[in-house]
């Protein structure tokens, strides 16, 4: 007979009971059923089949699409009692790990989808026991889905050839369309589907037109403490703003594809253990890193999808902590992803089209943005959510329709030929060299816009890019686009949102630990120097809501520190009296 859920949960984790679903979910598992979990980052879904394994007879076999990941998720899963080992390319120990499994000495059995379909792995799997499979971040597995892997495809016939095993799928990234993919690539009913809802009430979410990013980003970095990822979409551009960033004596690596792999490796190292380091990245970052403590991630310029922008925000407040999302967008942003459109297959192109109008949807509202975001996802939410930049600060909008009709008679008046600095100029008859030489002068939209309205020049021009009225041509000149007619023509408004004037936000008005608290400062000490010692990230030791409460209650013995959330038997064991000492001594 299996022992209480609740009680082995509090045992291994050291928490009182299930949030959210994850009861639901683990209740479907012990019975052998199968099952879909939609979650969103931070709601527990790793646990969902860690609890599941130690309980079971077996090994769980849990299929990763990244190393980093596994590796990542084998500490954690360490640190609190589970017998757990991954078996990948970059593992000198395979051996050993195939031999404890076939000896029933494993919880938990970590690998790659490459290797999960092979016939060497499944004849490996034949000779010992399995309790279930758990397949973590399935929307890998739908070519609907934003991060399509196919070899998650291939993993339908190995869970086939283990009927009689309960199947656990896991995605925090799932539109209706990838869910029931989802279901149908991986032999799932459609009762099996448990949906959390992808709301994560301690992300603010703010989205600003780009004004001098660096100057943004660091103002954004210097009121937020703690580790950060800013998101830039080259290269070149991480090591930029890498390097423009350091003026802030915060630690900042870069990190992208194109580095030495050691260089990748330790960039990467270092910020999971690091307490209040910046990274510039690729998107490319931070899928195989469960690190929980992350305060802020900024994104430079447009992401590629709702989808992609939900996942890669959802790095920030893993654990539950206040965090803030800022996206950075430019005009620029829209017509190069355009262009990105016509560039691939016919077929593809009305569902890419459809993603990025979402995206002008998201950047364009004076609404709620977190309505919109869940609205994506097929949620309700209400009007307001009270932590966002629109809720916060709620911004006027203007009909800006003349202006753009102004705007767009100018770009077609010269030629269809000039960039939006040139055609500014004209609109507000700022004579040059150029514009005597081209005859620009004598036109008739020379200096009609003057006043007020000067200031609407440049948002008129972003939001004309974004509804495709305007495109930038190959030589980078503005030409219509399709949307251009119906505005010239007053068959469509263009209402303009202006963001409230900006205000400096006070350092760490967002952070939830104490500031200036010796008890907790030297509780984070003593993790920092156990964490070295053991060569894992602090986080692994305790997480900082645990350091929160230790300081706030200060346990005088090991049965009151027993009762914080978050200290199961394996870490009062290991460091439950050294923690007592700090607290004694402050």
Same mark, same amino acid.
């Given at each position: 007979?299996?022992?209480?859920?609740?009680?082995t949960?509090q045992?291994i984790?050291?928490?009182?009971d299930?949030?959210g679903?994850?009861?639901?979910?683990v209740?479907?598992?012990?019975?052998?059923?199968?099952?879909?979990?939609?979650?969103?980052t931070?709601?527990?879904?790793?646990?969902?089949y860690q609890?599941?394994?130690?309980?079971?007879?077996? %090994?769980?076999?849990?299929?990763?699409?990244l190393?980093?990941?596994?590796?990542?998720?084998?500490?954690?899963a360490?640190?609190?009692?589970?017998?757990?080992a991954?078996?990948?390319?970059?593992? #000198?120990?395979?051996a050993?790990?195939?031999?404890r499994f076939?000896?029933g000495?494993?919880?938990?059995?970590?690998?790659?989808?490459?290797?999960?379909?092979?016939a060497?792995f499944?004849?490996?799997?034949?000779?010992?026991?399995?309790?279930?499979f758990?397949?973590?971040?399935a929307?890998?597995?739908?070519?609907w889905g934003?991060?399509?892997?196919?070899?998650?495809?291939l993993?339908?016939?190995l869970?086939?050839s283990?009927?009689?095993?309960?199947?656990?799928?896991?995605?925090a990234?799932?539109?209706?369309?990838?869910?029931?993919?989802?279901?149908d690539?991986?032999g799932?009913? *459609?009762?099996?589907m448990?949906?959390?809802g992808?709301?994560?009430?301690?992300? /603010?979410?703010?989205? %600003?037109p780009?004004?001098?990013?660096?100057?943004q980003?660091?103002?954004?970095?210097?009121?937020?403490?703690?580790?950060?990822?800013?998101y830039?979409?080259t /290269?070149?551009?991480?090591e930029?703003?890498?390097?423009?960033?350091?003026?802030t004596?915060?630690p900042v690596?870069?990190? *992208?594809?194109?580095?030495?792999?050691?260089?990748?490796a330790?960039n990467?190292? !270092?910020?999971?253990?690091?307490e209040?380091?910046v990274?510039?990245?690729?998107?490319?970052?931070g899928?195989?890193?469960?690190k929980?403590d992350v305060r802020?991630?900024?994104?430079a310029?447009?992401?590629?999808s709702?989808?992609?922008y @939900?996942q890669?925000?959802?790095?920030a407040?893993?654990?539950?902590?206040?965090?803030?999302?800022?996206?950075?967008?430019?005009?620029e942003?829209?017509?190069?992803? /355009?262009?990105?459109?016509?560039?691939?297959? #016919?077929?593809?192109?009305p569902?890419?089209?459809?993603r990025?109008?979402?995206?002008g949807?998201?950047v364009?509202?004076?609404?709620?943005?977190?309505?919109?975001?869940?609205r994506?996802?097929?949620?309700?939410?209400?009007?307001?959510?009270g932590?966002?930049?629109?809720?916060?600060s709620?911004?006027?909008?203007?009909?800006?329709s003349?202006?753009?009709?102004k @705007?767009?008679s100018?770009?077609? /008046?010269?030629?269809?030929?000039f960039?939006?600095? @040139?055609? #500014?100029q004209?609109?507000?008859?700022?004579?040059?060299?150029?514009?005597l030489?081209?005859? *620009?002068?004598s036109?008739s939209v020379?200096g009609?816009?003057?006043?007020?309205?000067?200031?609407?020049l440049?948002?008129?021009g972003?939001?004309?890019?974004l509804?495709?009225?305007?495109?930038?041509?190959?030589h980078?000149?503005?030409?219509?686009?399709?949307? !251009?007619?119906?505005?010239?023509k007053?068959?469509?408004?263009?209402?303009?949102?202006?963001?409230?004037?900006?205000?400096r936000?006070?350092?760490?008005e967002?952070?939830a630990?104490?500031?200036?608290?010796?008890?907790?400062?030297?509780?984070?000490?003593?993790?920092?120097?156990?964490?070295?010692?053991?060569?894992?990230p602090p @986080?692994?030791?305790?997480?900082?809501?645990v350091?929160? #409460?230790?300081?706030?209650?200060?346990?005088?013995?090991?049965?009151?520190?027993?009762r914080i959330?978050g200290?199961?038997?394996r870490?009062?064991?290991?460091?439950?009296e050294?923690?007592l000492?700090?607290?004694?001594e402050?």
């Amino acid at each position: 007979m299996l022992a209480d859920p609740v009680s082995t949960l509090q045992r291994i984790f050291g928490f009182p009971d299930f949030r959210g679903v994850q009861r639901d979910v683990v209740s479907r598992v012990l019975a052998g059923e199968n099952t879909l979990a939609v979650m969103p980052t931070g709601a527990g879904k790793s646990l969902c089949y860690q609890l599941p394994a130690v309980m079971l007879e077996g %090994t769980c076999v849990v299929v990763s699409p990244l190393i980093a990941l596994m590796h990542d998720q084998l500490r954690a899963a360490e640190a609190v009692g589970i017998r757990a080992a991954t078996l990948t390319s970059v593992d #000198e120990n395979r051996a050993e790990t195939r031999g404890r499994f076939l000896d029933g000495a494993l919880d938990l059995l970590y690998v790659a989808p490459e290797r999960a379909s092979t016939a060497d792995f499944r004849d490996l799997l034949q000779r010992g026991r399995i309790s279930l499979f758990a397949i973590d971040e399935a929307h890998c597995v739908s070519e609907w889905g934003h991060d399509f892997r196919p070899d998650y495809r291939l993993l339908r016939p190995l869970l086939d050839s283990f009927p009689d095993l309960p199947r656990l799928a896991l995605t925090a990234t799932a539109d209706a369309h990838t869910r029931a993919d989802i279901l149908d690539q991986l032999g799932i009913p *459609h009762d099996g589907m448990i949906v959390a809802g992808f709301d994560r009430p301690n992300i /603010r979410y703010a989205i %600003t037109p780009r004004d001098n990013t660096t100057r943004q980003i660091l103002d954004l970095i210097r009121a937020t403490p703690g580790p950060g990822i800013v998101y830039a979409q080259t /290269r070149a551009g991480t090591e930029r703003l890498a390097e423009a960033l350091a003026v802030t004596g915060r630690p900042v690596r870069a990190y *992208h594809a194109g580095l030495e792999p050691a260089v990748r490796a330790a960039n990467q190292a !270092a910020f999971v253990a690091s307490e209040d380091m910046v990274i510039c990245a690729t998107v490319a970052f931070g899928m195989g890193i469960d690190k929980p403590d992350v305060r802020f991630v900024a994104h430079a310029g447009l992401p590629k999808s709702i989808e992609a922008y @939900y996942q890669e925000t959802g790095r920030a407040g893993r654990d539950g902590d206040p965090a803030v999302a800022h996206l950075f967008w430019g005009a620029e942003d829209f017509a190069r992803a /355009r262009q990105r459109i016509a560039e691939v297959e #016919e077929r593809r192109q009305p569902g890419e089209r459809a993603r990025l109008n979402a995206l002008g949807a998201l950047v364009e509202t004076a609404g709620c943005r977190r309505r919109i975001l869940l609205r994506h996802f097929g949620e309700e939410p209400p009007g307001s959510c009270g932590n966002c930049d629109n809720c916060l600060s709620p911004p006027s909008a203007i009909d800006a329709s003349t202006v753009a009709q102004k @705007y767009l008679s100018a770009v077609f /008046r010269t030629g269809q030929m000039f960039g939006s600095t @040139y055609v #500014e100029q004209v609109l507000t008859g700022k004579s040059s060299e150029r514009s005597l030489m081209n005859g *620009h002068e004598s036109l008739s939209v020379w200096g009609i816009v003057d006043g007020e309205d000067t200031a609407l020049l440049k948002p008129v021009g972003r939001a004309l890019q974004l509804r495709d009225a305007l495109r930038a041509n190959p030589h980078g000149g503005l030409e219509f686009g399709p949307a !251009a007619r119906a505005i010239l023509k007053g068959e469509e408004q263009v209402a303009l949102v202006l963001p409230p004037k900006r205000e400096r936000r006070r350092k760490g008005e967002a952070a939830a630990n104490p500031v200036g608290d010796p008890l907790f400062e030297a509780l984070r000490e003593k993790r920092r120097d156990l964490a070295k010692e053991a060569q894992v990230p602090p @986080y692994v030791i305790f997480h900082d809501s645990v350091l929160r #409460e230790m300081a706030a209650s200060r346990p005088a013995s090991l049965g009151q520190m027993a009762r914080i959330a978050g200290i199961g038997q394996r870490k009062l064991d290991a460091y439950g009296e050294v923690f007592l000492r700090v607290i004694h001594e402050n």
